[in-house]
């Protein structure tokens, strides 16, 4: 069963810069394609960014050129690295693996002020 733990959220101005952390157990890692998702308020989990258990990388136009994901194995981690965030960008950040499993972890909120 995977257990999946979020963090690095936090209130930051548009602009700046966040990077969220996702430690994941119960798998074996390396072997597992990632992926973030988000939600915003009142709407409904949206995927954002994946990458594939060999380092291909995929992004959704909302976050293209602003986002990087990548993996460390020997840390079970996947990382996701904000950049130029926006208002819009405000919402809970989730990590998952490929195919999506039904276990989610609590996530980690991302606060983008005007």
């Known amino acids: 069963q995977v257990h999946l733990v979020e963090s690095g959220g936090g209130l930051v101005q548009a602009g700046g810069s966040l990077r969220l952390s996702c430690v994941v157990s119960g798998i074996v890692f390396s072997r597992n394609d990632m992926a973030w998702y988000r939600q915003a308020p009142g709407k409904q989990r949206t995927f954002i960014t994946r990458i594939t258990s060999d380092g291909f990388r995929l992004y959704d136009t909302s976050v293209k050129g602003r986002f990087t994901i990548s993996r460390d194995n020997a840390k079970n981690t996947v990382y996701l690295q904000l950049n130029s965030l926006k208002p819009e960008d405000t919402a809970v950040y989730y990590c998952?693996?490929?195919?999506?499993?039904?276990?989610w972890g609590q996530g980690t909120q991302v606060t983008v002020s005007s």
């Open positions: 998952n693996t490929l195919p999506t499993s039904p276990e």
